[in-house]
């Protein structure tokens, strides 16, 4: 069991390099990941993320597929962009949905001592990767959220090799932040500086 979870460690170290890269090779990583922390978080009883972990298993095969397609379907990488306004209200009303449900189902039909904070890490983990797959920059800000309150519930569980790998997901988020609206801001000048022509 122990290394098991040493080796979804391993991995997710490489997922996390990958991801602060801004490389769309994430992905594969993003799908072996999941499969070996479904079974290390059923083990330990937390129900919430062992479910999120298939979610991200299926958001992975998703996540690929949005990178490899830019919004301009002219087949090239999409692009780092930030989070529309207009979707704000409905990630917040979508975080306190799913919160709320995932909670209830903790409570109801399961052993969890710890389903609030279960279900608050699943709920935002959930927001956090559909706002990756779309290349959005504030995922790194969800995720510095997610990641400390994950230190703090792996610890309780003793999950000990998961809560280095949470912690380091904390600090390296805020440099995957800077290092992503960095990478932004050059792919804006550059398509400002790119001229115009007419085909004819």
Partial sequence: MDYLEIIG???GLLYLYLEYKASIYLWFAGTVMPLIYIYVFYDAGLYADMGINIYYLLAGLYGL?????APDQKGEERPISTTPLKLYLPIIVTFAILFA????????YTDSTVPFADAFVTALSIIGMWMLAYKY???????????VACCGLYIYKGLYPTTILYGLYSVIAVFGYFKWKKM??????????????NNR
């Fill in 9 to 11: 460690t391993l991995v």
């Fill in 65 to 69: 597929l949005i990178w490899m397609k």
């Fill in 101 to 108: 449900a995932i909670a209830f189902i903790l409570i109801r």
């Fill in 137 to 147: 920059i504030e995922q790194w800000l969800v995720w510095i959220v997610v990641d």
């Fill in 184 to 197: 932004m801001l050059y792919n804006e000048l550059k398509d400002e500086k790119i001229p115009v022509t």
